[in-house]
């Protein structure tokens, strides 16, 4: 099933609880079939379709609350950059309130989801059409139960609506209805495709996605029930929902264990192919947001690498650049010291004809050797590299024409890679680890440049700048179900285990550099003779970082509250965000605002 686009008609009652607009038995208007009711697959399409409008893909939604929120990310003012009415200042100092417009886009974003969900989950099974049925509504189904769940995550309540009721009443859910999300995605897995199977592939909800919701949800159920805990003891080995004699842990591994057993994926060789521009079918990959989709069509996001990337550094001619966002804190960064030869700390870009191209140095390079822009006139693609990105920037530089400077060597072309200034005021671009901010989380003019940035996913120039990207993003892949297993065995009192998962991971990859750097660092070089928890902490985020998993992991190891770059301590009640104050306004008595926003 290709993901299409859809013009989805949604309930009344969620013009008010989840702006959205008329009636859940309307008419889906489809782009393809223009008008007509909606069929099964167009409808489960819409639903899916709302993964890759925003929800995974913009770094200023799902992925903006659990990074900017955290030690990992940040999003600072520069100068006179990045300021928007303070929306990411006040995720990152943690003075968000209930008219934040993260806040409240994520809050519409995700609760469009669960309505689009709702909407797939009436189509199907009313639907006449026998062939998929099952599949189809298992499917819809599981997208209901996502979108509910990281609802519930960020905001602690999320609206519930029966699907099958014929009424709209829609009534508030809380933490404790994970066990319903559990036992609900428990119930499906026998009518989900196995991957591979019946046409399905990582970009839909299959058996192997269901497994890796339910170690996710099964890790985090502790948190759910117990949210303001005051001293982040959660009881991580309480009774499971089953209640079968196995506590939350033990399904953990259960369910990881699956995957990982199952004979389907493997790590990636090298750590950052998960995140290259050919990605799709990766030996990893899970359950995605499918960006580059399988009609050739591009709608993805470059986000993720688009918002760290200077407005200086070039991907190619006619203005293909980033745009000086976003970069880690000085606190998560030191906590690589003594790791920078960990394959996932960074990898630089080999050309087919063996050139290696260097962030860090000087260099001419041919301009036969470099790739071609897909779709352009041959324009010059420069691949930067991967990971961590620190110290005096190199790349190639504009002429007043906005084309690279290039000079001709023995009759060939040359394109010149020298040492970057800032576009702001010509001082050097220099990606230092300290961000010396004049007030909160405000960089003076001289500083803007400050901050290491991380370019975990490969830059995407096919449609210029941030318009579009051709990598999936990973939701759920098996480097996450390693650390998720090795927490559990850790949380479980088996550190042994854990530790050998650990290792896995340390050892499981390696990175291809150019010889005078010492050629190819196995990760079997770097292998730990024992696991601390907070050993555990941070092998945990070198694996997963940049991902949308750290806030939740902070909650779990008790350091969300405490003070790092960009915010003081903080109360138990900001571990969930405030329900929009436009909801809460319009709801009646159906959503309450949650402690410590009233």
């Known amino acids: 099933m290709k993901i299409k686009r859809f013009l989805a008609f949604l309930p009344v009652i969620f013009v008010l609880v989840l702006a959205s607009c008329t009636n859940l038995d309307e008419v889906l208007l489809d782009e393809e079939l223009n008008t007509g009711n909606a069929t099964p697959d167009a409808s489960l399409a819409a639903a899916y379709n709302r993964m890759i409008s ?34 990411y200042r006040g995720i990152q100092e943690f003075t968000w309130g209930a008219d934040n417009p993260l806040v409240n886009d994520n809050w519409n974003s995700l609760t469009n ?24 509504l298992a499917e819809a189904k599981a997208l ?30 809380q933490g404790a209805f994970i066990d319903t ?42 948190v759910f029930l117990d949210r303001y805990n005051t001293s982040s003891n959660f009881n991580f080995t309480e009774a499971s929902v089953k209640n079968s004699g196995k ?23 090298h750590y950052f192919d998960n995140f290259a521009i050919d990605n799709t079918n990766g030996s990893e990959l899970i359950f995605v947001a499918p960006q580059n989709v399988d009609d050739g069509s591009v709608t993805g996001q470059n986000d993720f690498v688009y918002m760290p990337m200077a407005r200086a550094q070039h991907a190619s001619e006619d203005g ?81 024409n906005n084309k690279f400077v290039r000079e001709t060597i023995g009759g060939e072309n040359y394109i010149n890679v020298t040492a970057l200034e800032t576009d702001k005021n010509d001082s050097m671009l220099v990606f230092s680890p300290n961000l010396d901010f004049a007030s909160g989380t405000i960089l003076p003019q001289n500083k803007v440049q400050q901050g290491v940035r991380v370019f975990k996913f490969e830059f995407d120039p096919i449609d210029n700048n941030k318009g579009s990207a051709r990598f999936d993003i990973p939701i759920f892949r098996l480097g996450y179900m390693y650390t998720l297993r090795a927490e559990a065995y850790f949380r479980s009192g088996q550190p042994t285990k854990a530790l050998a998962d650990i290792n896995i991971l340390r050892t499981g990859r390696v990175r291809t550099q150019p010889a005078d750097e010492g050629g190819d660092i196995a990760g079997k070089a770097i292998s730990l003779s024992d696991l601390t928890e907070q050993g555990l902490y941070n092998e945990i985020s070198y694996e997963n970082y940049w991902e ?18 960009g915010k003081e301590a903080t109360q138990p009640y900001r571990r969930a965000y405030p329900i929009p104050q436009d909801v809460i306004d319009v709801s009646g008595d159906i959503f309450s605002q949650n402690k410590g926003y009233n």
Not at 54 to 61: E, I, L, M, S, Y
Not at 121 to 127: A, D, L, Y
Not at 357 to 371: H, P, R, V
Request: aromatic content about 14%; hydrophobic content about 30%; proline content about 4%.
């Open 113 to 136: 989801g669960i309505t689009r969900s709702i909407t797939a989950i009436q189509t199907i099974s009313q639907s006449t059409d026998a062939s998929n049925k099952a599949m189809y």
């Open 548 to 565: 949308m998993k750290r806030r939740p992991e902070m909650i779990r190891f008790g350091t969300f509250d405490k003070a790092y770059t």
């Open 320 to 400: 293909m650049r980033g745009t000086n966002g976003s970069c880690t804190t000085p606190d998560y960064y030191a906590t690589w010291n003594n790791n920078h030869d960990d394959p996932r700390f960074k990898q630089k870009y080999q050309y087919t004809d063996g050139t290696w191209f260097y962030n860090d140095k000087a260099q001419d390079i041919k301009e036969s050797t470099l790739d071609a822009v897909p779709g352009t006139d041959g324009l010059p693609w420069f691949h930067f590299n991967q990971g961590f990105m620190v110290g005096q920037q190199y790349g190639p530089t504009y002429d007043a």
């Open 181 to 222: 999300l559990i036992t609900g995605v428990e119930k499906i897995v026998p009518d989900l495709a196995s991957l591979g199977e019946n046409s399905s592939y990582d970009g839909r909800f299959t058996k192997e996605a269901a497994y890796a919701f339910l170690a996710e949800m099964y890790m985090n159920r502790a």
């Open 247 to 269: 506590t939350d842990m033990d399904m953990v591994i259960e369910y990881t264990s699956k995957l990982i057993s199952s004979g389907k994926f493997s790590l990636e060789k």
């Open 54 to 87: 925003d929800v995974f893909v913009d770094h200023a939604h799902l992925w903006g609350m659990q990074e900017y929120s955290t030690d990992e990310a940040m999003l600072p003012t520069r100068g006179s950059d990045w300021g928007d009415g303070g929306r």
């Open 144 to 173: 209901w139960y996502l979108y509910t769940y990281y609802t519930l995550d960020l905001y602690g309540q999320a609206p519930y609506k029966d699907p099958m009721a014929n009424d709209d009443n829609v009534r508030a859910v």
